[in-house]
């Protein structure tokens, strides 16, 4: 039975695999293309796409596969299917893992095995067939929404409902937990395992999923079409966790959603920091100490190469925080046309006087924690540069409402009227898209936002930053836009809807 396996693993060797579910997410995924996959279904998700192989515990099952017709190559399953049916009757086991070690020695299990959470089943049969040979650059879901069996695929033909239906809720919710567990033992896998949703784990929603991995162009149609004077940029900070993936899906999100560039950065972690910090106690999934997250966070040069290429693709720009001189002889090589001196190095006088020696084009600087000299400080000092974007911000994460001090804007507004070069801004640390909207109203050309994937109560700036997956950054920068749009001209003139008056005979 393992030749059969590795025949099948043969004709698509470098294939990334794909788990397919059955849930209603599928609708907004290009599902002819997904041949392109070495795709293991579980239960009856074979009746939206065949797969590869299907996995699947329940009697139910094989009734269906009985009366409808098989639609995979291979079945692996505990159940008996008629001898004409390829299939690989395996153990059962009726068990959930108590804990994290019991699910991994579970899930990496010399012999095939099915479990009752059947997603666990899928997996192991994933990492198998990387052991026979596949060249899988990662293991994706696709349609797993761990949500009722009445939310599935318009695709599904003769939909199973159990009757006992908090049985059934009992069932998705474990694997979901289940599943949670698995990626936080993300080190023990070969390749990485993706979601594809609009979960808190997701890594890809179904929309970016569609491009990235179906579209070879995947420019940014939203991004191509906008004609705004309103620069909105997506903060992405260290939020990737230096994973190229994650990375790429965020750009892709922060472009569909409509914003104008995106933003990363650089430090030379080694200089930046004491060895009595990077030594301190830090609980990361990258180890123990700040040190471990600090150098698991940065971008090599590749990863910056690749967010130049895609950037270009999608048509958005991007740019960077340097917080040190050799970081910023590092981004030089990129030519940038941009650059951004943050509030967290406002201090580094050395930083910031080389930087207004070697660069003249486009600078962004935040004055968070600082007070009216540093703002005279800098217009000086950056007096050659081709345009000065200073940013009212506030250093605290979130931000209170009464310290977001929108007022600073409209002062930054009124010194553009002096000083040509200048231009005024806002780095939002607020909640919400209220104080963004109010600094736009205040003058702002370029509104910064901190964007993520999800949460993680360990990675710096979460609590403060707004989700690309759950369409919450979307909704920002519309938000923004209709205040743009609000705002209109500073001319006064009669509006084409106008129509309203008494005029005196």
Not at 265 to 272: H, L, M, P, Y
């Amino acid at each position: 039975m393992v030749d059969k396996i590795k025949n099948i693993i043969n004709n698509k060797i470098n294939s990334d695999i794909l788990l397919l579910g059955k849930g209603a997410s599928l609708d907004q995924i290009n599902l002819n293309e997904l041949d392109k996959f070495l795709i293991i279904c579980v239960n009856d998700s074979d009746d939206i796409f065949r797969g590869d192989f299907c996995v699947f515990r329940h009697k139910w099952v094989s009734e269906k596969i009985n009366n409808y017709g098989p639609k995979s190559s291979l079945y692996i399953t505990n159940q008996k299917l008629p001898d004409d049916i390829n299939s690989y009757n395996v153990k059962y086991i009726d068990e959930l893992p108590e804990n994290s070690k019991t699910l991994q020695k579970n899930i990496l299990s010399k012999t095939l095995l099915l479990d009752r959470a059947i997603l666990v089943s899928a997996l192991r049969l994933a990492l198998k067939c990387i052991e026979y040979g596949s060249r899988a650059k990662r293991i994706l879901l696709i349609g797993f929404d761990f949500t009722s069996q009445n939310d599935v695929s318009k695709y599904l033909k003769n939909p199973f409902h159990f009757e006992d239906q908090q049985y059934e809720s009992f069932l998705i919710q474990n694997q979901k937990k289940i599943f949670e567990k698995i990626l936080s033992m993300y080190k023990v896998f070969p390749v990485p395992i993706q979601h594809v949703g609009k979960l808190n784990f997701s890594i890809y929603t179904p929309s970016v999923f569609n491009r990235i991995f179906f579209d070879k162009n995947y420019r940014s149609a939203k991004s191509l079409s906008m004609n705004n004077k309103i620069n909105i940029v997506a903060e992405l900070t260290t939020n990737h966790f230096g994973n190229s993936d994650r990375l790429k899906s965020m750009i892709v999100a922060a472009a569909d959603a409509g914003a104008n560039y995106i933003k990363i950065q650089k430090r030379d972690v080694a200089s930046f920091y004491s060895k009595e910090k990077l030594n301190e106690k830090y609980d990361s999934p990258f180890g123990n100490t700040f040190g471990d997250y600090r150098y698991a966070l940065e971008l090599d040069e590749t990863q910056f190469e690749m967010v130049d290429e895609i950037c270009k693709k999608l048509g958005i720009k991007w740019f960077a925080s340097i917080l040190d001189i050799k970081s910023f002889d590092f981004i030089r090589k990129f030519n940038p046309n941009i650059i951004k001196l943050p509030s967290t190095i406002s201090q580094h006088k050395e930083l910031l006087e080389y930087v207004s020696k070697n660069y003249n084009k486009d600078l962004v600087i935040s004055t968070g924690f600082e007070d009216k000299q540093y703002q005279e400080k800098i217009i000086k000092l950056f007096k050659n540069v081709r345009t000065l974007y200073l940013l009212q911000t506030t250093s605290s994460y979130p931000t209170p409402g009464d310290e977001v001090q929108i007022g600073v804007v409209r002062h930054y507004y009124k010194l553009s009227q002096k000083y040509k070069f200048l231009k005024a801004g806002f780095s939002s640390h607020d909640l919400g898209s209220l104080g963004s909207m109010l600094a736009i109203a205040a003058g702002a050309v370029m509104v910064e936002k901190h964007v993520k994937l999800g949460s993680a109560e360990w990675a710096h700036f979460d609590d403060v930053a707004v989700d690309l997956i759950n369409g919450d950054f979307k909704k920002y920068v519309n938000d923004l836009r209709k205040a743009e749009l609000m705002i209109g001209s500073e001319i006064k003139k009669i509006q084409p809807s106008e129509h309203h008056k008494y005029f005196i005979n």
